[in-house]
């Protein structure tokens, strides 16, 4: 045993048992989020019951329970949806109070617009306020041309409206600008008469496309499916409100895959509803990997240009070291204290001083004087810039002096040494700099939630309007995304899964541009192979 002790075996078992812990906590919180998160687009089977006194219950069972204080007594967590007929979405039975149990296959399930999922039994058809005939074909099937025009009239209309109808408002506002332009400078009177004709063109057209989608939506509510909920009641839903509709019960196992595919996919592409519980994230993705590729053009640049002044041109001494203890120092600076700092020198600031130079015409209303995810880019930048300082710092150094000092011997300049022998062997540390700064920028929330990421924001920073990068915009994050529906959302329990849906996600995108950064690094890596590295 002493020699066991003498040797180091002790050591080394029992810093491989440490990293056998850390790998099977990180393994175990992946895992727990992904078995809670994947599982939510799949389509579980609607349980009827029948409970004592004759009430009838419909929906999905999600979970079961032992009843504190009631030994060998369970209740179980039911997913009876119809939020505008019941308040809630989830309730608890004691199984004690069920009488029976049964899979109705004509139980049929709507995901809504609005009010989340509408459980029931397809009682009949309405078209303009009248119940339609049916001869032969069963309310299922004729409900299915009815849901296909409304997709194509539902896409018609978002068509318009986040199309036509949003370039034409932009053009306006442009145009109105233009106009208090000229109007506050008082003369070239025959441009101000364009302007003016132009505006009230334009305004004309809006009208009419205002009117166009009008007459789409009208067109949209004109058919609707009566439901009957388990206990009886009837409800009448429009079929333009209906996003997906199926019968979970008589599905196949490929079936119920496809639509499981569907419905992920559905997430990943599709807009936010219902306070960011229902429907998709796409927005939330974009804001988060434009806002990470902004942070890393900024803080790439010059946390690289930091290094290489402190470690190959400033003469070392008290300052450089002062120097280098702030930069650290700031590493483990609160980020809130980076948030308030942004608000007050970007937005507040810089913003400001932007609204007075250049847009003018539009204050009181401010362009960049307000949150936008140019700011936050650039206070997570400096968030993550003194990373990048000290892993370029360490790559730097880590190249040999003899590689510096042949360069010099052979007649180049100390610039033409760092650009073609320092910085090529110093790169794939730099890129380990990018891949901590990555790991760090995107998941971070608070200073987000100060310089520009909102609840829901219906324009992305990105489209077809001049001039295409709209860095005044705000944004979503995935991260303050789950923020917001785990903590601010009145209805918790359905939440919940979205919340693990959404962290998944984001675990995912902040994998994929680590890995891609980790890709060319290697890449690097093996073109200098003869380096140190």
Request: aromatic content about 8%; overall charge neutral; some cysteine.
């Amino acid at each position: 045993m002493r020699s066991f002790w003498r040797r180091g075996d002790a050591f080394v078992w029992f810093t491989g048992a440490a990293l056998a812990l850390c790998l099977l906590m990180i393994a175990g919180l992946v895992g727990i989020i992904a078995v809670n998160g994947l599982g939510v687009f799949w389509p579980g089977r609607l349980t009827g019951l029948a409970l004592a006194g004759g009430e009838q219950v419909l929906g999905q069972v999600v979970d079961r329970q032992a009843i504190p204080g009631r030994a060998g007594e369970h209740r179980i967590q039911l997913k009876v949806a119809n939020r505008d007929a019941f308040g809630l979405d989830y309730r608890w039975l004691d199984e004690e109070r069920i009488e029976s149990r049964a899979l109705p296959s004509e139980a049929v399930v709507l995901e809504r617009v609005e009010w989340g999922d509408c459980y029931g039994y397809l009682a009949g058809l309405v078209e303009d306020g009248r119940s339609v005939v049916l001869d032969h074909a069963s309310p299922w099937e004729a409900l299915q041309p009815w849901l296909a025009q409304a997709r194509g009239i539902n896409e018609d209309a978002h068509r318009l409206e986040r199309g036509e109808l949003a370039d034409q408002g932009h053009r306006l506002e442009r145009l109105r600008r233009d106009l208090h332009a000229l109007e506050r400078t008082g003369d070239r009177e025959t441009e101000l008469a364009a302007l003016r004709a132009a505006f009230a063109s334009a305004s004309t057209t809006a009208d009419s496309l205002t009117e166009r989608l009008a007459t789409v939506r009208r067109e949209a509510a004109r058919r609707g499916v009566v439901i009957r909920l388990a206990n009886g009641e009837e409800r009448q839903v429009l079929v333009a409100e209906i996003v997906r509709a199926y019968r979970p019960n008589r599905m196949s196992w490929s079936g119920r895959l496809g639509l499981y595919l569907s419905r992920a996919w559905g997430f990943v592409s599709g807009e936010p509803r219902e306070s960011n519980t229902e429907g998709g994230i796409f927005p939330a993705i974009f804001g988060t990997v434009m806002m990470v590729m902004l942070m890393c053009l900024a803080a790439v640049p010059f946390g690289v240009l930091a290094a290489l002044y402190l470690r190959e041109y400033a003469r070392q001494g008290a300052v450089v070291r002062v120097v280098r203890i702030a930069v650290n120092n700031l590493a483990g600076v609160p980020s809130i204290v980076f948030g308030m700092f942004g608000l007050g020198f970007f937005v507040y600031g810089l913003g400001a001083g932007l609204d007075r130079l250049f847009y003018a015409d539009a204050l009181p209303s401010p362009t960049f004087g307000t949150g936008g995810i140019l700011w936050a880019s650039l206070t997570l930048s400096l968030l993550t810039v003194p990373v990048v300082i000290v892993a370029t710092e360490e790559a730097l150094a880590a190249v040999p002096r003899e590689a510096r000092e042949g360069a010099l011997a052979l007649g180049s300049t100390q610039l033409q040494a760092l650009w073609r022998v320092v910085l090529p062997s110093a790169l794939p540390g730099i890129l380990t700099g990018v891949i901590l700064a990555i790991a760090r920028g995107a998941g971070e929330v608070a200073p987000l939630m100060i310089t520009g990421v909102v609840k829901l924001a219906p324009d992305l920073p990105v489209d077809g309007v001049w001039p295409f990068f709209h860095l005044e915009r705000k944004f979503m994050h995935l991260g303050f995304h789950i923020y917001d529906v785990g903590f601010q959302s009145p209805n918790v329990e359905a939440a919940r899964p979205m919340v693990y849906t959404t962290a998944l996600l984001l675990l995912g995108i902040v994998l994929l541009l680590n890995l891609t950064a980790i890709v060319v690094r290697n890449r690097l890596r093996r073109r200098l192979a003869g380096s140190a590295f």
